[in-house]
């Protein structure tokens, strides 16, 4: 079975550089979605 559902958190250490938060402070961010 495939998971359907968007995830909608993403973890910190794996976001973009240019994002001004500090990755290391907390474990999970918002995961950037259009629309």
Do not use: N
């Amino acid at each position: 079975m495939a998971i359907m559902a968007s995830r909608k958190h993403l973890k910190r250490f794996k976001s973009p550089v240019h994002w001004p938060i500090h990755p290391k402070e907390y474990k999970w961010t918002v995961k950037p979605s259009p629309g």
